[in-house]
């Protein structure tokens, strides 16, 4: 797959053109529970929605999905069937959430392995680092409050699926995500977008959407990680550029 500079107008025509549903339509649960949700609301569609808490503004019910009091979806009171207080989920056990001690990673090395995981999957090397750039920072010992682990942060179902026994061990993390991306752009027919969508929502909020998902984090770290592979590519090209022509 050969993947080029992705300019705004590229970009803005991909989103118009997927069907992304606003807090107007139908909600769907997310796939996990955010680690700070502290309510369940149940729709008369039959959704649920986790949230942080809500409150009626205006005579709309709004469903706050952080701490804050911007980032919410908005309904109608008499949609708003039931909600339910949800208990903080138990810490994951210490053992699942250790590192791997002798863990170490230059940017060489990262570079090499980024290099040899887009030669087995045809990724562009710019498009997986700045994946990790956004997952983890390049920090191979990474845990996310979800429990996603290393470099490119890889759920515990998701790696075993992956046949990554230890995410800590930066090339399993490595190939394992390259794997699941590349899966992903087939799924969505190299839409780099959704694909990063799904890398970070999952399939199922995707498919579910016919689009991105309308979560604040989830648009964040598409917009995120397309404007780091613009960068990166733009960097490239600037570079090779600059090199004189052969004789």
């Known amino acids: 797959m050969k993947l080029g500079v992705l300019t705004p107008e590229v970009i803005l025509g991909r ?64 949609d708003v069937t039931s909600v339910e207080q949800v208990p903080d989920p138990p810490p994951p056990p210490a053992s699942t959430a250790k590192a791997s001690p002798d863990t170490k990673l230059s940017p060489t090395d990262l570079g090499e392995m980024l290099a040899n995981a887009g030669k087995v999957h045809n990724l562009d090397v710019d498009l997986l680092a700045s994946v990790v750039k956004a997952e983890s920072g390049g920090n191979a010992r990474a845990v996310s409050r979800t429990g996603a682990r290393g470099l490119m942060q890889l759920m515990p179902s998701t790696a075993a699926g992956l046949g990554v026994s230890d995410s800590f061990e930066p090339r399993q993390n490595v190939r394992g995500g390259s794997a699941y991306l590349d899966a992903l752009l087939t799924r969505y027919n190299d839409n780099i977008a959704l694909a990063l969508a799904a890398y970070n929502a999952g399939p199922a909020a995707v498919d579910k959407y016919h689009g991105i998902p309308p979560y604040h984090e989830t648009r964040a770290y598409v917009a995120r990680v397309i404007h780091e592979f613009n960068r990166r590519v733009l960097a490239r090209q600037t570079v090779a550029s600059a090199k004189p022509l052969p004789h």
């Open 15 to 78: 989103l118009l053109s997927m069907r992304i549903l606003t807090a107007g339509c139908s909600m769907l649960l997310t796939l996990a529970a955010p680690a700070w949700a502290a309510e369940s609301v149940t729709l008369s569609n039959g959704f649920d929605v986790q949230c942080h808490h809500h409150a009626e503004v205006q005579g709309r019910v709004r469903l706050f999905l952080s701490p804050g009091e911007d980032n919410y979806l908005e309904v109608n009171p008499e």
